[in-house]
């Protein structure tokens, strides 16, 4: 007997390419988007930004494959991985990047290893 939140963890949910989204999105498993989104996306679980998608707004999720188009600000907690056709402007946070050949990133990206950074002011 399998319990609900496995099943949810497992889960994908599919934005197909003819759907269009006008504000903000949240998952507990993973999502694959083809579609257009206009606002924030949040998923505690994987995100696949499939070839046809645009997204306009902040992204944040556990890990990230993108060969589509993003504008705004992706936040990774594991590793975000930008495909030969992916189109990123915007600034990154993430712990591990891969960036394949062909790929267009224009903004700043800042490797985090997990840990809160310490700044101190004397």
């Known amino acids: 007997m399998s319990h609900k939140r496995d099943s949810i963890a ?8 003819g759907v269009k989204i006008d504000g903000n999105l949240y998952s507990e498993g993973n999502v694959r988007v083809d579609g257009k989104i206009r606002g924030n996306i949040s998923v505690n679980g994987n995100l696949t930004i499939g070839d046809v998608s645009e997204i306009n707004g902040e992204v944040k999720a556990k890990n990230i494959t993108m060969s589509g188009k993003v504008l705004g600000k992706i936040n990774s907690l594991e590793k975000l ?17 891969i960036i394949e050949e062909g790929a267009h990133f224009e903004g700043f990206s800042t490797m985090n290893n997990g840990a809160p950074s310490e ?3 004397e």
Not at 81 to 97: P, R
């Open 119 to 121: 700044q101190k002011e």
């Open 10 to 17: 497992e889960d994908v949910s599919i934005i197909s390419s």
């Open 81 to 97: 991985k930008l495909e030969s056709k992916a189109y990123l402007k915007g600034d990154l946070i993430t712990k591990y990047l």
